[in-house]
């Protein structure tokens, strides 16, 4: 007779896998990689990386249609083809409220015209929703104008692969890009899993193996007694830690060595705070109710408050599949939650003390068409990567061309930036981002063949 496994267990076993390795690292205050091999107390611990937030999907959000460089720099300039991108209208949409950023009233306006939405110390024209940003978010933003050079949403895959320019940890093979962060920054970050954790993203591998997604609700249902579904039971975590850190020690007195025990007393939490930490999960889950842009955002802080995973992947709509958007009402309403769940995101981030420790990228499988026919089409000559970070340089970088075909403008792809050229494009804003988060050079290199770190987006 087979043993039943509660619907608990089977959603531990998606978020940590059957050995139960990251629950003792969450008891104890240990990487999962220390649990499993001493020799990562060897590890160089120099600057540290950050944590990553991936909003993906296999979707093609609209979000690069308004964002910054897809605007004219003066509108009565009739030879600049960028004021014949299409944009929402209020003759369509009307002068009412369609949303808040952050409290601030959106309507159709703050898309229609051109507005001057500072980025740190440049100002650039974009959509004025952008502006109703916090400025100290902006002043760590940037948008990079690329490629995916995919049109279908079945290449969602590809695309995560860059079509098989990121490799596997030797060089060789290919792998995701949430997968490929985790591999590289789990070690250094010391967090309990070296895999990311999806909460509503698109699909995401390891290895070539799907990995399993847990909902913002599962998350919060996972820690908490039966009987009370929205709280944590402390003295289950802090017992945890008492059984792991016993064991290990256990270990190390006979088979370790000094650099190990060091680096167990260094690491290891005590039991007060294996208390204090199961306690806190509670709040940090506060408020939960669904898989809503907010809710995603909230489940992914707390992942890394709990330092459980250098990778978040989570799916913050902006606009959906809009072929038959006729009016654009979609993209505004879901580009105006997408602004208003990152300025959540930044708010959360200040609060728990994770703004400096984390950097955010929005890249899906490709971006949508600029001219449109009854909504938007799929383009897969333009993308816009957004990301903010603290190693992330305010700015604009790449812009726009026309793509003709007898004699007429079709639409808008990315052009080549500088030296880069528009084959490369996507690997290029890859490695920027992995020069953003704080993986070295070499390793960048190793893991992303083609392209190159585009200085003008960081620090």
Do not use: C
């Not at 979000?63 to 299409?86: E, F, K, Q, V, W």
């Not at 009412?96 to 740190?120: H, M, S």
């Not at 059984?243 to 690491?267: K, M, P, W």
């Not at 052009?415 to 993986?439: C, N, R, W």
């Amino acid at each position: 007779m087979s043993k039943r496994i509660s619907r608990r267990d089977a959603i531990r076993r998606t978020l940590f896998g059957a050995s139960g390795v990251t629950l003792g690292a969450l008891a104890t205050g240990l990487p999962a990689s220390f649990l499993l091999d001493r020799r990562v107390a060897e590890a160089d611990a120099d600057a540290l990386p950050t944590y990553t937030i991936l909003s993906t999907s296999s979707t093609g959000h609209p979000l690069n249609a308004n964002m910054p460089g897809t605007y004219p720099n003066s509108p009565d300039d009739m030879g600049d083809p960028l004021r014949l991108i299409d944009h929402p209208q209020v003759s369509e949409l009307g002068a009412e409220v369609i949303g808040t950023i952050g409290g601030v009233p959106i309507t159709a306006a703050d898309f229609q015209d051109p507005a001057d939405v500072r980025l740190g110390s440049q100002s650039f024209k974009a959509a004025g929703a952008w502006g109703a940003l916090d400025a100290s978010l902006r002043e760590r933003m940037a948008f990079i104008h690329h490629a995916t050079y995919a049109a279908a949403h079945s290449e969602h895959g590809n695309v995560m692969k860059f079509h098989g320019a990121i490799r596997s940890p030797s060089g060789t093979g290919s792998e995701m890009l949430a997968s490929m962060i985790a591999q590289e920054n789990a070690p250094r970050l010391g967090t309990l899993t070296d895999k990311p954790i999806n909460v509503g993203g698109g699909l995401t591998t390891v290895g070539g193996r799907p990995l399993g997604k847990i909902n913002p609700e599962q998350l919060q249902s996972l820690f908490a007694p039966s009987e009370h579904p929205t709280q944590v039971d402390p003295a289950r975590i802090t017992r945890l830690r008492d059984a792991v850190i016993d064991r290990i020690y256990g270990d190390l007195r006979t088979n370790g060595s000094h650099a190990q025990r060091a680096f167990l007393d260094h690491y290891a939490i005590s039991r007060r705070h294996a208390a204090e930490l199961g306690a806190s999960l509670s709040p940090l889950l506060e408020g939960v109710s669904g898989t809503t842009s907010r809710d995603q955002v909230l489940a992914a802080v707390a992942l890394l408050k709990q330092n459980m995973t250098p990778v978040v992947v989570l799916d913050l709509r902006a606009g959906g599949d809009n072929h038959s958007d006729s009016d654009l009402r979609t993209e505004v309403e879901e580009t105006v939650e997408h602004l208003d769940a990152i300025q959540f995101l930044w708010e959360r981030l200040q609060a728990e003390g994770l703004a400096d420790r984390t950097t955010y990228v929005y890249l899906d499988v490709f971006g949508r068409n600029l001219l449109r026919s009854d909504g938007r089409n799929h383009n897969r000559g333009h993308h816009g990567m957004m990301m903010f970070g603290p190693r992330v340089r305010p700015s604009v970088v790449g812009g726009l061309v026309p793509f003709m075909r007898n004699g007429r403008i079709r639409d808008f792809h990315a052009t080549d930036i500088g030296d880069v050229p528009f084959e490369q494009t996507l690997e290029s804003a890859g490695k920027t981002l992995a020069a953003a988060i704080g993986i070295p050079q070499d390793r960048i290199d190793t893991r992303i063949a083609g392209g190159r770190v585009l200085t003008d987006a960081i620090v």
